[in-house]
C-alpha cells in the first residue's frame, strides 16, 4: 500500500509543469576534441547563466586542454586566432578582448571550470559561437549559444 501511495506522490508531482527557469548547462569535453553539446539556449528571464565544462577525458591540458569562449558568431574565428599568440598561461584567450563575452579557463582530464554570463548583456536574435579555442579546436569543438524563452 505505501508503495502505491508513493508512487502515485511521484506520478503527480512529476506532472506539475516547471516554472523556473534553467540557468545553467554543463559542456563536457573529450580527448576525441568533442562537446557534448551543440546548442545551449538561454532563457531571457535568467539574470546570470552559469556554463561549467568539464573535461571527461584523461589527457593533461598541454596535449588536449579544452576551455569553453563565447562571442558572436561574427567574431569567433579572429578570436580564435588571437587567442593562439596568446598561450596556454593566458588560457587561449588574448588579454583585454572586448569581442570575448565569457571564457573558462584551460583544463585537463578529469578537470572543469565554470564561467557566469550576465544575461542582460546577451541580445535575442544575435548569432551567438562558443568554441574550445585551443590551438587546431576551434574548427571541430563549437556550437551556439541563443537567446529564448
Not at 128 to 135: D, T, V
Amino acid at each position: 500500500m505505501l508503495a502505491k501511495a508513493t508512487l502515485a506522490i511521484l506520478l503527480s508531482a512529476s506532472s506539475l509543469p516547471v516554472l523556473a527557469a534553467q540557468c545553467e548547462a554543463t559542456v563536457e569535453s573529450n580527448d576525441a576534441m568533442q562537446f557534448n553539446v551543440k546548442e545551449i539556449v538561454v532563457d531571457k528571464s535568467c539574470k546570470e547563466f552559469t556554463v561549467t565544462l568539464k573535461h571527461v577525458g584523461k589527457m593533461a591540458k598541454v596535449a588536449m586542454g579544452h576551455n569553453w569562449v563565447l562571442t558572436k558568431e561574427a567574431d569567433k574565428q579572429g578570436v580564435a586566432t588571437d587567442g593562439m599568440g596568446a598561450g596556454l598561461a593566458q588560457d587561449y584567450v588574448k588579454a583585454g578582448d572586448t569581442r570575448v563575452i565569457a571564457h573558462t579557463k584551460v583544463i585537463g582530464g578529469g578537470e572543469s571550470d565554470s564561467v557566469k554570463i550576465d544575461v542582460s548583456k546577451l541580445a535575442a536574435g544575435e548569432n551567438y559561437a562558443f568554441f574550445c579555442s585551443f590551438p587546431g579546436h576551434w574548427a571541430m569543438m563549437k556550437g551556439t549559444l541563443k537567446v529564448g524563452g
